[in-house]
């Protein structure tokens, strides 16, 4: 079994295909949300350990929402779609037309809409993975909180720490009008589920 740390360049670039469809889906169906023109650069894709992930993400203190979902069918895994303060008020400006100050601002319907945006992100990745695969995924409802980076980033660690230590992030910025923010979604499939999925993509034997 291929570990996350042995993940090589050719697979790499081949989860960064994935990663340009799934923000290519995202920005269709942001736009069309927004009702404005969105745009997402060509992503970064990192394998990093805990400690440095969240280091490449921002400050442990810092507070973020995360909108999360487990994966489960022919793939088992989370993903985790982070939201920063800066992304939170692009969004909520265009379709709530109104912005937050704090976290401790976020109403029923802010939460809802952000709840909402997360899930758009996330799916959109999945059905970029099932249209290159043609493997068939089940999707929980999306759960939402608010919390410090490192809070939010454990959660994955907890369920998956006893396999790897290790994270997928794929990164990207939005760039909405003359904004431009950065868009962080982790995704962290069980170690088996990898390897089906790197042998799906064609890009390991065995």
Do not use: C, W
Not at 94 to 116: C, M, N, R, W, Y
Not at 147 to 164: A, D, K
């Amino acid at each position: 079994m291929k570990k996350y740390e042995e993940i090589n360049s050719l697979e790499i670039d081949v989860m960064r295909e994935i990663g340009s469809i799934g923000t290519g889906n995202a920005a269709t169906a942001l736009s069309q949300l927004m009702n404005r023109k969105i745009k997402m650069t060509m992503p970064e894709v990192q394998i990093l350990g805990f400690n440095e992930a969240i280091t490449k993400l921002g400050d442990p203190e810092m507070i973020v929402s995360g909108v999360l979902v487990h994966i489960s069918g022919e793939l088992n895994g989370v993903m985790l779609y982070l939201q920063n303060l800066d992304l939170i008020n692009i969004m909520l400006e265009h379709v709530l037309t109104s912005k937050i100050d704090d976290f401790s601002q976020l109403g029923e319907l802010e939460v809802s809409a952000l709840v909402e945006i997360g899930n758009i992100m996330i799916s959109s990745y999945v059905s970029a993975i099932s249209k290159l695969t043609g493997i068939s995924m089940n999707l929980s409802v999306p759960a939402m909180s608010v919390n410090m980076l490192g809070g939010i980033m454990s959660v994955p660690m907890i369920e998956f720490g006893h396999q790897t230590d290790k994270i997928m992030i794929i990164n990207g910025k939005f760039v909405v009008e003359d904004k431009e923010v950065y868009s962080n979604l982790l995704l962290m499939p069980d170690i088996e589920s990898l390897n089906y999925l790197l042998k799906k993509l064609g890009v390991l034997n065995g």
